[in-house]
């Protein structure tokens, strides 16, 4: 399978906690994005790695998260002190640089903050 | 503030007539749109995009049409089959910027 994957794909975690994810992307894809979806809505940008090189965080990105993507390859999105209101589906996407914005996104991990 | 609207939360259609879901955005540097699909479970999946130059692309079944005066898009698929029971978002993005801007999302339900 050469697609996006994510792992976990399902994470309970209580209150106050850290929690990691990790995602490959596409193998050639130099792009890697990560959402946020929450029940009902679409999903929200929270950050853009251009390569190694984070370009662009969302104000959602409160000081508790921080993503990295060390030699352009995976990423991990980690959040410290987890509250409920960070219960939500975690979803990472990859491209490939050029004008599409065409993105191929993993399964999502789903986040429970109990 | 919402700049991608998709109005209608969900839609049923009977196989094999015409399924037209709706969006519409506030803004007007958007310059080029998306449709993805995502089923229960798994991410969203790619499946037709229109860049502004453009009001009409067509892939199979699926066309997205683009009214930039009304600044509305939508996507007609025809005929509709058991397997498009999906939830539909529309996206975009500004400049190609990276960055794509959703909506909440359509659930549309094809009924046998």
């Known amino acids: 399978d050469t697609g996006v994957s994510q792992d976990p794909r399902h994470k309970i975690t209580k209150r106050g906690q850290n929690v990691t994810f990790r995602c490959d992307p596409i193998s050639e894809h130099n792009r890697l994005y990560w959402y946020r979806q929450t029940l009902g809505q679409g999903p929200e940008f929270l950050t853009y790695?251009?390569?190694?090189?984070?370009?662009?965080k969302s104000r959602l990105l409160s000081d508790r998260f921080s993503a990295e993507r060390p030699k352009g390859s995976f990423s991990t999105l980690e959040i410290q002190r987890t509250e409920q209101g960070d219960s939500a589906m975690y979803l990472c996407?990859?491209?490939?640089?050029?004008?599409?914005?065409?993105?191929?996104f993993g399964q999502g991990t789903r986040l429970t903050v109990v | 503030d919402q700049q991608v609207k998709q109005n209608s939360p969900s839609l049923s259609v009977q196989e094999g007539r015409i399924s037209i879901l709706n969006c519409d955005y506030t803004?007007?540097?958007?310059?080029?749109f998306l449709w993805y699909k995502k089923y229960p479970a798994e991410g969203p999946t790619f499946l037709i995009s229109i860049s502004s130059i453009k009001d009409k692309n067509e892939d199979g079944r699926f066309t997205v049409f683009l009214n930039k005066s009304a600044k509305h898009l939508s996507l007609h698929i025809v005929p509709s089959q058991p397997g498009d029971s999906a939830v539909y978002f529309c996206?975009?993005?500004?400049?190609?910027?990276?960055?794509?801007?959703w909506g909440a999302g359509t659930k549309l339900i094809i009924k046998p």
């Open positions: 803004n007007s540097m958007f310059d080029y």
């Open positions: 790695f251009q390569n190694e090189a984070q370009l662009e």
């Open positions: 996206a975009a993005s500004a400049d190609s910027n990276y960055q794509l801007i």
């Open positions: 996407a990859s491209s490939v640089t050029g004008d599409s914005t065409e993105a191929f």
